[in-house]
């Protein structure tokens, strides 16, 4: 019999086997869901979300600072049911476009308590940011001063005189992660560099209306080092004094359990406090920290069933989506693990393969399954962060659901595509007059 230790850290954190070696989360059977609600399908446990919300808040609490404010980073999973759990626990939520703003409003954050972002925000975008009053609306580049001046002349702040804004920097700072997700660089697209930050903090200070509180930065994401985050602190403390600090996301998770494993949460929010202390910035600044991936990645697996396996010079073992709901192997080379939803343990080399058009689209280029045969559930743990948020229709295939698992009861809060929600926003030739 399996036991529940030989399951590894990717999985969510109340997930284990039962006794007859079948993949439970939440509570719920994952062979019974995909019964259920068929495949592929992302099932998240929901009590995984809330303790890692909470284990942040905690490790925040126990320093000597004021507050340590937790901004979801909602890009990583912008999904109504996720962020209304994460507004009941307390975050603030990161935003990066206007739909992100939309959605976060709709999920119930207060206007205050975002985050809005972006280094290429529309007119409108920035209409909804300064008509709603975000908490903080962050400076990417002069035109973007140049356009809310504009705005708030035209009377885009309505009845509230002011609208606080932090200003992006890019820190010259590097993280070790794949280039694609490193954002703290001198030569990269977001915020400004350190060399133009005093002349925008000089402009933010300028303009009527904006308050100036503080300095932002984001250095990379699935860092599994804190010593990238030390640096970062140091290089915003030599811009001067400030009210607001927000040292961005980046804390890396478990993907796999070969993986050196990332920093706990309470080390993570432990080296960030240290380094603020070491860097001299005062204990009243307060500080802010955007978490996505290490908030939701682990919370959630996605099921699939194999359609078919195939041998030639390697296993092939094909399942019903790919890169239409994991974009992430195919984007960063990322490594996941895979595994037979009720036969763990397996030592068969396979290559699980996705439905869609294009060879490179593998799930897990070496993963290890016990004899899978078609009609198979197939799981793959740490897929709740940039795993719905990238789904796409890539093949005409619908977006799978999202199930939300506790307690062992099961609920739907996201369904699954239709074929008709694919040509749903057709104009057709009628309407269009033609
Ligand atoms: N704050 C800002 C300003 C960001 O740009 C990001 C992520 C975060 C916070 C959250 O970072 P996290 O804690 O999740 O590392 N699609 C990629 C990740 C892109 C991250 C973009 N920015 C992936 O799947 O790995």
Not at 116 to 145: C, P, W, Y
Request: include cysteine; hydrophobic fraction near 40%.
């Amino acid at each position: 019999m399996v036991s529940s230790t030989t399951l590894s850290r990717a999985f969510p954190l109340s997930s284990r086997l039962d006794e007859r070696g079948r993949l439970e989360v939440g509570g719920c059977d994952t062979i019974e869901l995909a019964r259920e609600f068929g495949t592929p399908a992302y099932v998240v446990a929901e009590e995984d979300l809330t303790s890692r919300a909470r284990a942040f808040l905690d490790a925040g609490r126990d320093s000597a600072r004021e507050e340590l404010q937790v901004v979801f980073a909602s890009k990583a999973f912008p999904c109504t049911a996720v962020l209304e759990c994460f507004a009941r626990e307390g975050l603030w939520c990161d935003v990066a476009s206007g739909g992100e703003l939309h959605l976060a409003l709709n999920a119930g954050f207060a206007p205050e308590r975002i985050v809005m972002h972006g280094n290429a925000k529309s007119e409108t975008e920035l209409r909804m940011a300064l008509g709603r009053g975000v908490g903080q609306l962050v400076l990417d580049n002069f035109d973007e001063i140049e356009r809310i001046e504009r705005l708030i002349g035209e009377g885009a702040l309505g009845a509230r005189g002011r609208q606080s804004v932090l200003v992006r920097v890019t820190p010259d700072v590097r993280g070790e992660t794949h280039e694609k997700i490193s954002t703290g660089q001198a030569d990269s697209k977001f915020g400004f560099a350190m060399a133009d930050a005093p002349e925008a903090i000089a402009r933010a200070r300028s303009v009527e209306g904006l308050e100036l509180e503080g300095l932002h930065a984001h250095i990379g994401s699935q860092l599994l080092s804190l010593e990238p985050f030390r640096r970062a602190a140091a290089e915003l403390a030599s811009l001067g004094d400030f009210a607001v600090l927000d040292l961005g996301g980046g804390l890396g998770v478990s993907y796999t359990q070969e993986q050196p494993a990332p920093p706990s949460i309470e080390e993570y929010v432990g080296a960030i406090l240290d380094a603020v202390a070491e860097a001299g910035i005062a204990a009243q600044t307060r500080l802010m920290i955007e978490p996505g991936r290490s908030l939701c990645a682990n919370a959630a697996v996605t099921l699939y069933t194999v359609e078919s396996v195939k041998q030639n010079v390697s296993r092939w073992v094909a399942v019903d989506g790919g890169m239409s709901d994991n974009m992430r192997p195919m984007l960063y080379g990322s490594v996941y693990e895979a595994h037979v939803a009720d036969r763990f343990g397996g030592r068969t080399p396979c290559v699980l393969a996705g439905k869609h058009c294009e060879s490179g689209d593998v799930i897990v280029r070496a993963a290890q399954l016990d004899d899978p045969r078609a009609g198979d559930v197939i799981v793959t743990p740490a897929t709740g962060a940039y795993g719905y948020a990238m789904a796409n229709n890539y093949n005409g295939v619908p977006r799978p659901p999202v199930i939300f698992c506790r307690d062992g009861e099961a609920r739907v809060v996201v369904r699954r595509e239709s074929l008709e929600e694919l040509t749903a926003r057709d104009v057709s030739s009628v309407e269009a007059g033609r």
